[in-house]
C-alpha cells in the first residue's frame, strides 16, 4: 500500500476513455511510480514516498509487497479522488491509500476519521505499454537536449486552450523553441488558412 495525493492521480486524465483497452482505460501503480498514457500521451508522476504507518486507518488486508504493479481502472481513480475529504488539519487525509488486497483486486481508501470509503475493483488485464522506450531521462547528465526552456504551467495551459479553438479539425498546434533564452513560439492554422501565433516568454531557471 502506498499513498497517493489528489495532484498525482490526476494523471488518470492522460488514460485512454476506450473500455475496450483496460491497460490504456487504467493508471499503472509502478513502485514508486504513477502512469498514464493513451497511445498518443504519456504521463509519469513519480511519488515521494510517505510513511504509510501514519495512515490512520485498519481493517485492510493490504498486501505487504509494495513493488507489485497493477493497473485500476479510470473510473475507480476518478471516483476515489471526489471520495478526498476536505483536511481537517491533518494532511495525511488528503491523501487515498492504494494497494492490492487480493490476488486480482486493488483497494483505494479514503477516510475523514468519521467514514471510510473502501472501492474494490478489479485490476485491469492487459500489457501496459513499455513506457521507459519512449520516456526520457531529462534528469540525467547524460541525456543531452538542444534546448531547455522553462515556461509558467498556467500560460502554456491557456495558451494551448486558446490556440486548440482556432485551430483546423486536426487540433495540432506546433512548437516553435530556437533556443533556451528565447520565447516559446505556438502557431496553429484552421480550415480557411487563418494563422494563429502565441508567445511564451521564458521564466528563469535555477540551476
Known sequence: MRLYNKKQLQVFKATSKDETRPA????????????????????????KPMDEKDWPVNGVNWNTDNND?????RKS???????????????????????LTEKGKATLQTTDLEHTDNIV???AEGRFPDYKLVLPDVHSKKTEYKS?????????KEAFELMGNLTDESGNVQIHIKDQNSSIVL????????????????MRMDK
Open 121 to 123: 475493483t478489479e485490476t
Open 69 to 73: 504493479s497493477f493497473i485500476v481502472n
Open 148 to 156: 531547455k526552456v522553462a515556461v509558467n504551467a498556467k500560460y502554456m
Open 24 to 47: 490504456l482505460n487504467g493508471v499503472l501503480f509502478e513502485e514508486n511510480k504513477v502512469v498514464a498514457t493513451d497511445g498518443h500521451r504519456l504521463v509519469v508522476v513519480e511519488n
Open 187 to 202: 502557431t496553429c492554422e484552421d480550415q480557411d488558412n487563418n494563422k494563429t501565433t502565441a508567445v511564451i516568454m521564458p
Open 77 to 99: 481513480i476518478e471516483k476515489a479522488i471526489k471520495n478526498i475529504p476536505k483536511s481537517k488539519g491533518r494532511p495525511i487525509l488528503e491523501n487515498v491509500a492504494i494497494g
